[in-house]
């Protein structure tokens, strides 16, 4: 299964776009990349999903370069409801791999008035 | 919005007690996990389920525990002699199909405290 290294925490203030990145180097050629966000004492809730270049969807956008070594969550106008912890999950959905992974350390992002 | 059901929210038991955690997945989904959050540190996985049996588990999920589906709708983790390493939050989740895009939908959790 494909590792995935994130930053450990990013501030940003209200209203402006944040980048979170991450890693997977050896990101396989079935693998999908998704992002979950978590609250403090809540399950993890799906955010965004992609296999290459970019994906749109109500609440962020995902950036995938044509390696696919990394992707870039996009989240436009933070508020201060964003405030949670982003995880970073690679695997292949068809074999059942994404789901049995251990989610990392995930990104911290703090927003600030 | 459909969601993942959790029952309780927050469970108390005494070391080598048994403990029964209860989640209702979303109706017609066809695959379920267990999770557990130790305070403070990562979503680790700990089984999936899939057409009434186990389908993978992590080194976690020894004979301590065991999950269940007892009928269409609740899907159970018991721990059979709970130890106070076992404290920590656990997350039921569901996900429709194994086709690209269904992603997993995650239950509130179950708070359980060992003492």
């Known amino acids: 299964l494909a590792k995935t290294t994130q930053p450990i925490s990013m501030d940003s203030y209200e209203g402006q776009e944040v980048n979170i990145t991450c890693s997977h180097n050896n990101i396989a050629t079935n693998d999908y990349i998704t992002w979950y966000q978590q609250f403090p004492s809540q399950g993890p809730r799906f955010i965004i999903q992609?296999?290459?270049t970019k994906v749109t969807n109500e609440v962020a956008s995902l950036f995938i370069p044509a390696d696919r070594k990394s992707s870039t969550l996009s989240l436009p106008r933070v508020s201060l409801s964003d405030t949670a912890v982003y995880y970073c999950l690679v695997g292949d959905l068809d074999s059942g791999g994404y789901q049995k992974v251990t989610f990392g350390t995930g990104t911290k992002l703090q927003v600030i008035p | 919005e459909p969601e993942v059901t959790q029952t309780p929210s927050h469970q108390v038991t005494q070391m080598g007690q048994e403990v029964i955690l209860r989640c209702v997945p979303i109706s017609n989904h066809l695959y379920f996990y267990w999770y557990r959050q130790i305070l403070g540190q990562k979503v680790e996985f700990l089984v999936s389920?899939?057409?009434?049996?186990?389908?993978?588990k992590s080194e976690i999920f020894d004979d301590q525990f065991s999950v269940e589906r007892p009928d269409g709708s609740n899907f159970t983790l018991k721990i059979r002699s709970t130890k106070l390493e076992d404290s920590a939050m656990y997350f039921c989740?569901?996900?429709?199909?194994?086709?690209?895009?269904?992603?997993?939908?995650f239950g509130q959790g179950t708070r359980l405290t060992v003492v």
């Open positions: 989740a569901s996900r429709g199909g194994q086709a690209r895009g269904t992603e997993a939908f």
């Open positions: 992609g296999y290459k």
């Open positions: 389920f899939y057409n009434n049996e186990i389908s993978e």
